[in-house]
Every structure is written in structure tokens, then in C-alpha cells.
């Protein structure tokens, strides 16, 4: 059987059925999580809509059981689309994706606070605001650089900024799992951390 990972809790199986307490976790037809960082989740209601649309297949599910007058079923906990999503597309150009590209961390001194960006190449100086010239900066090291260059500021960051596939954001937003994970889940999520034996 699966562990959770240390510091991560469980979701309670006796909380009632409300929004939002019995999220379902989104597979793709390779049964591979859609997303990561966020993880894919839908709500219980959106999970029971796709299934009575014929649009996934139920993996697992929860104890509970959403009723009606003259129906019954299992509250889904894992499905899987019948249709692939390709997932080779470009990620989009967002202040979150290039968060994630940066580990949640400044290029240059490595703090996870007050998080915003700086143009490696000033836009004075022609600098794009795109994947290549963008990185993650906390407030204190963009304020420090300001307009100059790298060599002028003497500040260089610590990851090249690149445009990232969405298998590289994928494999990066494994490295920050979720505080609430289902026991049914655990087996299609591989996060990047130790498990207990």
C-alpha cells in the first residue's frame, strides 16, 4: 500500500458531502494526472456531471454516496477522460507558470518571498518580456538591479530563462504536492519526495 508523504494530510472520509470535501482527482486516457502544480482536481458535483455524460471512466471512489429520490452512486475520487488532452502544446506565458519554471524561488538569491519578476535584459535596453528574458525575482534583488544588465549589477541568475515544454513544468510541479491527499489518489501522483517504508 501507498504512504503519504510525511506532512501531508488525509482527506477526512466521514466529513459530510459539501462543496468542495470530496474533490476528484482529473486523469488523463493515460491515466497520468493532467496537471501537476495545480493538481487537477474537480469538484464532486463536476466529477458526477462528467460521468453521467459518459465523458470519464471511474477509477476509484469514496465511501459516500450522492442520492436522489430514485438514484445512487459513489462519489468518484479518481477518473480517467476517454479522451486524450495532448499535453505537448507550449505552456502559457503566465506570472504562475514562470513561478513554477523558478521553483517558487528569486534567480538571484534564492528567497521564496514577496515574488515578481525582473527583465534579465532591461526593456530600456530592448529587453522582451517573454520565457528568455523573464525571471522569478524576490522584491529586494529586482529593486537592487533595477535597469542594469547582469554584469553591471553584478547579479546573474541562477536558471537560464528558458520557454519550458509543459512535460518540464509537469516534472517541476511534482516537487510541490498538495496538503491534502486521498488515499485513492496516491497511486497516479509521484511526487518528489520520501515516502515512509
Excluded at 466529513?15 to 474533490?23: F, L, R, S
Excluded at 538571484?108 to 527583465?119: A, I, V
Aim: glycine letters at 4%.
Amino acid at each position: 500500500m501507498s504512504a503519504v508523504p510525511q506532512g501531508l494530510e488525509r482527506l477526512s472520509a466521514a466529513a459530510p458531502v459539501t462543496q468542495g470535501n470530496y474533490p476528484c482527482l482529473i486523469l488523463n486516457a493515460d491515466y497520468q494526472p493532467l496537471s501537476y502544480f495545480p493538481l487537477s482536481l474537480w469538484s464532486w458535483q463536476d466529477a458526477v456531471k462528467a460521468v453521467f455524460l459518459d465523458r470519464v471512466n471511474v477509477v476509484d471512489h469514496y465511501e459516500q454516496c450522492v442520492r436522489s429520490p430514485n438514484f445512487e452512486m459513489q462519489m468518484p475520487s479518481v477518473v480517467a477522460l476517454k479522451d486524450y488532452v495532448p499535453q505537448n502544446r507550449s505552456p502559457a506565458f503566465t506570472r504562475f507558470n514562470l513561478f513554477l519554471r523558478d521553483g517558487f524561488k528569486c534567480a538571484y538569491c534564492g528567497s521564496p518571498h514577496e515574488l515578481t519578476f525582473d527583465h534579465v535584459i532591461p526593456r530600456r535596453l530592448g529587453g522582451k518580456t517573454s520565457w528568455t528574458n523573464i525571471v522569478a525575482a524576490c522584491s529586494d534583488c529586482n529593486l537592487k538591479k533595477g535597469g542594469r544588465l547582469p554584469r553591471e549589477a553584478r547579479m546573474f541568475p541562477s536558471v537560464s530563462p528558458l520557454q519550458p515544454s509543459m512535460h518540464q513544468l509537469q516534472s517541476q510541479g511534482r516537487r510541490f504536492p498538495p496538503n491534502h491527499l486521498h488515499d485513492s489518489w496516491l497511486d497516479y501522483l509521484y511526487w518528489d519526495v520520501e515516502l515512509k517504508p
